[in-house]
Each structure stands twice: as C-alpha cells, then as structure tokens.
C-alpha cells in the first residue's frame, strides 16, 4: 500500500512532522494528501499517533523521592586524590619540589615521555586520544593513561592514574581512586612520590599496601 | 535557570550536599518521567533516576560548566535505562522459563517483543496502551520517541543527549513513529 505513493511524500511528511518543510513543499505535501487516499490515511495515522503520544499525562516522581536519593549518595564526589594530598601536606611538597629540581635526570625522563599510552584492558574503546569505557561495559583494573583522556560511560572497578590528561564528562562509575596528573609538576611529584615509595618498601621489607 | 544551576553546582564541587538536594529538587520529576517512559515500570523507574542522580553527584567535577546540566543528566539517565534494558530481557526469557507465568501481573509479562492478544489491548484505556506501544519499541528508537515527544526537547539536545549525530536521530524518531503508527492504527 504505502510502496504505491512516491517515496517522496514520506520525506515531506517526516520534515513536516519535524516542523522543518520549506512553504513550497508544504503546499506540494497537502495537494498529495488531498489526492491520494493512501497518503491521507498515513498522515492522518501519524497525526493520531503523535497526538496520542504527547496525550500521556506526566508522571511525577513519588514521594520522598528526593530524600531517598540523597541517603543513597555517597559521602563525597569523586576528586583527584592528589590535590587533597598537596593541600595538607605543603612542607613535604615543597622540599620534594627542592629535590626535584636538582635532578637533570628526572627533567629528561619527563620530555621523552609525551606520546598517548594507556593500560591494555578488555573492553576499552579509544576515540582519537580518548580512552573510553563504553555505557553498558564494566572494566576490571587499574588504568594509567599518559597524554590523553578518560571517559567513563559504563563501570570501572580499579584506580586510575591520568598523567597529562582530562578525566572527561562521564556519565558511569569509578570504583576507585582516580589521580589526576595534569601538569609537568604534579608530574613530577608524582614520580618522586613513586620513588619514594619505593624507598620506603626497599628498607620496609613487605608490608606496603600503599603500593597497589 | 541555568545560572542558578550552575551556582549549585559549584556548591557541590566544594562539598555542600544540600546544594545537590536542590538540583534533585529541580529535576526529579523530569528524570523520573524518562526513566519512567523508557522502562514502564514505576519501580525500576525511581531505582534508574535515584542511580542517575548518584551518577552525577559522583561525576559532578568532570561536568562541563558552559553545557546545559539537564543534557548531562539526562544522558546518564538514558544510558542507564537502556543498560537495564538490555539487561532485561534474557532475563525475562529465563524467569518465565522457570516459573511460568504464575505469578507475574500483565505489566511484567510485558518485553518488547512480546505482543498481548488483540482482546487485552482492546480493554486498555488509551493512556496505558500508549505506554505499552511505547514500551514495545527497540530501545533505541523508543529513547528518541520518549525525549521527542514526552519531553519534547528540540532535536538538537536530544543529538546531544544521545550522543548521535542530528541525522541518526531524525532517522530514529521517523522509524520510532512510523512503528508507533502501525502498532496504535487499530486505536
Ligand atoms: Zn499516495
């Protein structure tokens, strides 16, 4: 029945029903409706049908809902664990920085470090320089990137480390820590708190749970 | 609005809980009814928008200030509907292989690709039928039918909130409503 009428009548329909049919078309569109009778009673259909869609009334959340919503959440949002260490720690940063800044070597390992890398794990998705975990995929491990993004559509259960990078608007979870290293200094930092660390395990012998 | 938005969010971000209470407030009703007309269920429908909201209080410092808050959440909010979805149905298959259909009311039998005997349909008042059509449509076009013409956003946000091309989406609600037109021609 509907292969009968022009292929053109359905798309004149569709932009009219999207509120986007020039003038011209739209006076084409009603003289096919008004000769075909097939045409007509496509139209009228989808007229109906739309009139019967936009007639169902608005639900309303029930109540309490807000109250419910906010005992669920958790006690804080999400941040860099990185910021909240620097700011109750200055002394320890600065003289870190000290060190730092006399070592050539570290200076060096930071240029030759630029290029985009990630942890390899099942079912991330890279667009350009983003790694993504897709809405509806949960990603079990923790995640280094250097020198692109995340984005968190679907579960991540592990830490993530951002080394010069975004954590981008995400719509999932992170069951984590997440670290973002975003600047040559917290990049630096952040390998002289590594090296630290391993100080600490090299003379504390085995019990380092700060470690993973 | 979006200026007051804006400013509860940045509340949040600093750590004021209450500041989010508002924007549950603001949007609770609006969130409610996506997850509501995407799922068909008033249950699952509070359980989605609650994670949803959670989604956004945990993201809320990668959310993007210059962006519309309502796009953001309403994306997160879709996703999840269809994640559950999707999760669904095998579900559904395998329930009802195990314990029959004793037991289940009309409203859980109902899966996309099942159809009710003309009879049933025929006793439904329109509002319930309307909500069963819908419920009946692929995910994918049913997100689109749902934000068009329940929340009637300008196709431009519903691009945005999908995460789709503007075209992809014209194609989904043309498919959506030419579905809806042949399964409600007998209403
Ligand atoms: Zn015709």
């Not at chain 2, 400013?7 to 750590?15: L, P």
């Not at chain 2, 410092?61 to 269809?82: G, V």
């Not at chain 2, 009879?119 to 419920?135: K, N, P």
């Amino acid at each position: 029945m509907m292969n009968a009428c022009p292929e053109k009548v359905i798309r004149m329909m569709d932009d009219y029903l999207d509120g986007e049919i020039s003038p011209s078309e739209e006076k084409e569109l009603k003289d096919y409706v008004q000769s075909c009778s097939d045409c007509r009673k496509i139209y009228q259909e989808l007229t109906k049908t739309i009139a019967f869609v936009q007639s169902a009334s608005h639900v309303q959340a029930p109540p309490g809902f807000v109250q419910k919503t906010m005992a669920s959440l958790p006690k804080e949002p999400q941040r860099a664990g990185i910021k909240r260490f620097m700011r109750h720690h200055p002394l320890f940063i600065a003289a870190a920085l000290f060190v730092l800044l006399m070592s050539a070597a570290m200076m060096s390992s930071f240029s030759d470090d630029q290029q985009f890398s990630f942890t390899k794990q099942p079912n991330l998705v890279v667009e350009g320089e983003t790694v993504v975990v897709p809405a509806g995929e949960t990603v079990v491990g923790n995640l280094t990137i250097r020198n692109g993004d995340l984005r968190v559509d679907g579960e991540l259960e592990g830490n993530v480390t951002i080394v010069n990078g975004q954590y981008m608007a995400s719509s999932g979870v992170i069951n984590g820590e997440v670290e973002e290293i975003d600047q040559a200094f917290e990049w630096l930092w952040y390998t002289i708190k590594g090296t630290f660390r391993d100080a600490v395990s090299f003379f504390g012998g085995n019990d380092q749970s700060i470690d993973k | 609005m979006d200026a007051l938005v804006n400013k509860r969010i940045k509340r949040v971000m600093k750590g004021d809980q209450d500041a989010f209470a508002e924007i549950v407030e603001l949007y609770q009703h609006q969130l409610f009814q996506i997850c509501y007309r995407m799922l068909g269920n008033r249950h699952e429908a509070e359980d989605i928008a609650q994670e949803a909201f959670t989604r956004a209080y945990v993201n809320i410092h990668t959310f993007d200030q210059s962006r519309k808050f309502s796009t953001w959440l309403y994306r997160i909010a879709t996703n999840l509907c269809i994640d559950r979805i999707r999760k669904k149905k095998p579900d559904f298959h395998l329930d009802a292989e195990v314990r029959g259909t004793e037991g289940l009311n009309m409203y859980s039998k109902i899966a996309n690709d099942e159809e009710l005997p003309e009879e049933e349909l025929m006793r439904m008042e329109v509002q319930e039928r309307v909500q069963y059509e819908i419920s009946r449509l692929p995910d994918k076009y049913r997100a689109a039918i749902v934000l068009k013409y329940l929340e009637e956003l300008p196709l431009a946000e519903i691009s945005e909130i999908l995460d789709l091309p503007l075209g992809t989406v014209k194609t989904r609600i043309h498919r959506g409503r030419e579905a809806l037109r042949k399964q409600l021609s007998n209403l």
